[in-house]
């Protein structure tokens, strides 16, 4: 990856959760922020992006339906391949892993669930992993974060200057992250993002800074700030 020749990019947005904590009536990525799917805002960045080549989106067995008529139908997309989810986020990445175009040379992985993401952190991104083959988005980590016991009593403060909260895009060399999905398959590890497997072959991966407002819409407050966000930044929606 030294030379910085344009390779094929693909995206593998995961949309298969379930939504356990938003506690909605339909799955997370077909809840409305603005009249607009939030899945939707999600792949209009990277679908309007020209560093990306094509969109694996990843989704549940029993929504392929509601995906077309409420998202793939009404925004027009061109370069989206749906691929059915898995039991875990790791699965249904490595279901989009498998799926993606034999050229593809450079894979990022972002939560169908961050629908604030910039196109300028997703270039940012590709044009990092280009020269370091592993890189995920973080912001600096604002509170005080203290590592605590089994019986909740705080066993210490790490240094905040060393600490990030990560996000996503996670983008690496294709083949990179395939090894490690699958010796994470091997190994039994189960990991809440990709650049932890990665982590696992011993590859150094970098931080590329992104926004605090690229938040993962998880509980019900988080509608709230989206849309405050959205409105506040996005007024072209
Ligand atoms: N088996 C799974 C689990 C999660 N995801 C996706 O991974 C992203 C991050 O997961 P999270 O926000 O935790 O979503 P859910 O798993 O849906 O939420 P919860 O944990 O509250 O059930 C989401 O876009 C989600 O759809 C996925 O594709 N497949
Ligand atoms: C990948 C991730 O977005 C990094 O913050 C996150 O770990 C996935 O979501 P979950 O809430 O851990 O399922």
């Known amino acids: 990856m030294a030379n910085k020749e344009r390779l094929f990019t693909s995206v593998i947005i995961p949309a298969a959760g379930q939504g356990r904590r938003m506690n909605a009536t339909i799955n997370k990525p077909y809840l409305a922020i603005n009249g607009k799917p939030i899945l939707a805002?999600?792949?209009d960045v990277f679908e309007k992006c020209p560093l990306i080549?094509?969109?694996?989106?990843v989704i549940n067995k029993d929504e392929f339906e509601i995906c077309r008529q409420e998202v793939l139908k009404p925004f027009h997309y061109k370069k989206i391949k749906l691929v059915e989810g898995g039991t875990t986020r790791q699965k249904s990445v490595y279901n989009g892993l498998l799926a993606v175009n034999p050229q593809t040379g450079i894979v990022m992985t972002h939560d169908g669930a961050r629908p604030m993401i910039e196109e300028s952190v997703i270039v940012k991104s590709i044009h990092d992993t280009m020269e370091y083959k592993a890189t995920v988005v973080g912001v600096p980590a604002k509170n005080t974060i203290k590592v605590i016991n089994a019986e909740g009593f705080v066993e210490y403060t790490p240094n905040r200057d060393y600490l990030v909260e990560i996000q996503t895009?996670?983008?690496?060399?294709?083949a990179?992250?395939?090894e490690a999905h699958e010796r994470a398959i091997e190994l039994g590890i189960e990991g809440t993002d990709d650049a932890f497997l990665v982590e696992h072959l011993n590859c150094p991966v970098k931080i590329v800074i992104g926004h605090y407002t690229n938040i993962k819409i998880t509980t019900p407050e988080d509608l709230i700030i989206a849309e405050a966000i959205i409105k506040r930044f996005q007024k072209d929606v």
């Open 53 to 57: 080549d094509e969109i694996i989106v």
């Open 176 to 178: 990179l992250l395939k």
């Open 169 to 174: 895009p996670q983008t690496f060399a294709y």
């Open 41 to 43: 805002y999600t792949l």
